[in-house]
């Protein structure tokens, strides 16, 4: 029994001294070559902790005062602790030796707030109160943390004074907890008072000639919530009057405000306009390869005439505009000197060249590999000179462009290209080579529109023993003219969240264009995009078109004519796969078609979101019966899209829900970028 009682002790004294002093569980780790030891650490492990205070050990090597550094890395553990919820937490260090150091830490109950408490307030809902309390939370429950209390006090006091109470008093914030409790009450009593409006504003300094057009910014602002937002907003629209006039010096700030009794504060704001300034000469440096007189064309100031702030912004979006520069800024030399300046034009040039290679897949041309040569300054015109190519194991694409941005120095963006190209559909193979003009411009920021003039040879080879029989088979030569107008709205051009895409495009062909075939050709694509929270985006789109034999034509070749089914249109399908079939099931297409899609996106992860869609459409043999979808076929699906910097990788799986013989129940699309 004594040695059974001695062995028992020995194992006691061991577990104590595994323990440590407070009978917690000691912890060890070596950060930059000092042993540190948590005694009482129960929370949180050595990596966590050690991290916590490595910075403090850098310094502890060569600092002349060792214990100033240890005392400052065992505050930074205590500051942890109660960022953390821990509100009673302390922390006390030892040094045992040169590079030894031991942090006893006392915990204590990691403390929740059971409820928070606004006496005073009205306006506001408590529920948007408490999201403005920023700080870990455990289940439901919020961790109590005083630095967090004192920020929601200064937010709940800004978020009163942007609604025009200029003189609300939040007061101290006030925490109730019984001692060594794990709950706590806070309370914030707030004294709103009331919401002033803007009263009499007046105008000191030099108005000259626009005093009538300040008078009547003051009239209109006149009982408009008060706020320094709505100060700083009326300063700003009274400086850009200014400024539109040839005053780039303007200075407008307030210079007196006054409370009356009742709810209006009376307003003086100071006009400091400065001299009214002419552009004497316009001085470009920092050129290297870019023409001088092409930077001149792009800036909209002119010797002689007054300085606009409209101009400056104008200049630095059309010298931007050209891809050719990596910085640019306006500057007026001789600031102060009087009346007339030099305008200073400083640019930095970009590369001017590049080269690219871009990888892809898509389900039916399966890999693919573009590659880009690219001149955005040619013989140092500003025109861009490029030259891509599409290489896919189903299709190759060449095209060789020169683009002018301002075409006979307008607003008007003119083209010129070279293309060819080869597909190999499912039942023949489409090739044509030509040359295109177009002419592009945009009327306002989501307004553009484009004319072209087009004449290529379209011709189809390897076609399907029983479609070859037919009279769809014919290569001709087609000259077009297209007109395209567009509205654009979206937020991102890859994967928008909200905002519209409307494109119509109108192609008339005939013999008086130069072309064997007569038609008129219709494509539309109306896109919406919804946001629903951070998260979720809903997306309906509705693509379509027509093409129309004019007298003199009778049929469309087969080439020319529009197909359904695939990874950018009805999904429930694989290629071409939708629309009418000859006897052998092989896709005739036809002469309309029509794909309405409803998607439902949601981010997974950072660059990881999912999706729910259903998609449905036809293809008519008439276009006369477009719009009758009495052949209308659908499917619903699921996805996922991998987001990267080219536009997401995408992977659909549709299902069919009406499959016939020769078709897919379920069909797995890969491909890069978005469907609409």
């Known amino acids: ?139 439901e429950r919020p961790v109590l943390v005083a630095g967090a209390i004192a920020e929601l006090a200064r937010a709940l006091e800004s ?40 009263g009499e504003l007046t105008w000191s300094g030099e108005l000259g000639e626009l005093a009538g057009e300040l008078e009547a910014l003051a009239r209109r602002e006149r009982g408009t919530t008060y706020t320094s937002q709505a100060v700083g907003s009326l300063c700003s629209r009274a400086a850009e009057l200014f400024a539109e006039r040839g005053y780039p010096d303007i200075r407008v700030r307030p210079s007196n405000e006054a409370f009356g009794e009742g709810d209006e504060v009376s307003l003086e704001l ?22 001088r007189e092409l930077v001149l064309s ?42 007339a300046r030099t305008l200073v034009v400083r640019v930095r040039e970009a590369l001017s060249r590049e ?51 301002h075409l006979l120095e307008s607003d008007v963006e003119g083209s010129l290209s070279i293309f060819g190209g080869r ?62 107008p567009s509205w654009d709205d979206r937020d991102q051009y890859f994967v928008p969240t909200r905002g519209t895409f409307a494109q119509l495009s109108l192609e008339y062909a005939s013999g008086a264009t130069g072309s064997q075939l007569d038609f008129l050709r219709t494509r539309w694509t109306a896109s919406h995009f919804l946001s629903l929270g951070e998260t979720s985006v809903l997306g309906a789109s509705w693509r379509g078109g027509v093409i129309a034999p004019l007298p003199g034509t009778d049929t469309i070749p087969l080439q020319e004519r529009f197909f359904n089914g695939g990874e950018n249109t009805v999904r429930a399908f694989n290629e071409n796969e939708l629309g009418p079939l000859d006897v052998d099931g092989e896709p005739l297409g036809g002469e309309a078609f029509n794909v309405f899609s409803l998607e439902l996106r ?25 719009l009758s979808l009495k052949d209308v076929r659908h499917g619903p699906g699921v996805g996922l899209r991998y987001r990267l910097p080219v ?18 129940r379920w069909v797995l699309h890969l491909s890069v970028g978005m469907s609409f």
């Open 647 to 664: 536009g997401p990788v995408r992977l659909d799986l549709g299902y069919n829900p009406e499959a016939r013989d020769e078709e897919s």
């Open 423 to 484: 597909r190999i559909e499912p039942s023949f193979t489409s090739s044509d080579f030509g040359g295109a003009v177009t002419l592009t411009r945009a009327f306002s920021r989501h307004v553009r529109g484009i004319v072209g003039y087009q004449f290529r040879r379209s011709g189809v080879s390897d076609v399907d023993a029983t479609v070859a029989s037919s009279e769809l088979v014919q290569d001709v030569n087609i000259g077009s003219i297209t007109v395209t």
């Open 270 to 291: 100071s006009v400091e306009p400065g001299p009214l300034v002419t552009i004497a000469a316009i001085d470009v440096r920092g050129t290297e390869r870019v023409d």
């Open 602 to 626: 949601r981010e997974l992860t950072t660059n990881l979101d999912g999706a729910l869609f259903w998609d449905a459409g036809d293809v008519s043999a008439s276009s006369s019966d477009v």
């Open 1 to 139: 029994m004594r040695a059974l009682a001695l062995l028992l002790c020995l194992l006691l004294c061991a577990c104590a001294s595994r323990r440590g002093d407070s009978g917690a569980p000691v912890q060890r780790v070596e950060r930059r070559g000092v042993s540190l030891v948590f005694d009482g650490a129960l929370s949180y492990g050595v990596e966590r902790l050690g991290a916590v205070v490595s910075e403090d050990l850098e310094r502890l090597a060569n600092a002349p005062n060792r214990r100033a550094v240890l005392d400052d890395a065992a505050f930074a553990l205590q500051r942890f602790y109660r960022r953390e919820g821990f509100a009673d937490a302390e922390v006390e260090f030892e040094e045992r030796g040169e590079n030894r150091v031991r942090f006893q830490v006392r915990e204590g109950p990691r403390v929740l707030i059971e409820r928070f408490d606004f006496p005073g307030v009205r306006e506001l809902g408590v529920d948007e109160l408490e999201e403005l309390y920023e700080a870990p939370r455990v289940g």
């Open 159 to 198: 978020r009163y004074v942007v609604r025009g109470f200029v003189k609300v008093e939040v007061l101290e914030p006030r925490i109730e907890r019984e001692a060594g409790s794990a709950l706590a009450r806070v309370s914030i009593e707030v004294r709103e008072g009331r919401v002033y409006r803007l």
């Open 355 to 405: 080269f690219s290679v871009e990888p892809g897949y898509g389900s039916y041309e399966r890999l693919r590999l573009g590659i880009a040569w690219r001149d955005r300054n040619w013989f140092g015109s500003g025109r861009a000179f490029n030259v891509e190519s599409t290489i896919a194991e189903l299709a190759q694409r060449a095209t060789v462009s020169l683009v002018d941005l």
């Open 298 to 339: 792009r800036v909209a100031f002119r010797e002689g005439r007054r300085w606009r702030a409209s101009d400056e912004r104008d200049s630095l979006r059309e010298l931007f505009r050209t891809g050719l520069f990596s910085s640019v800024e306006l500057d007026l030399e001789g600031e102060g000197e009087g009346e």
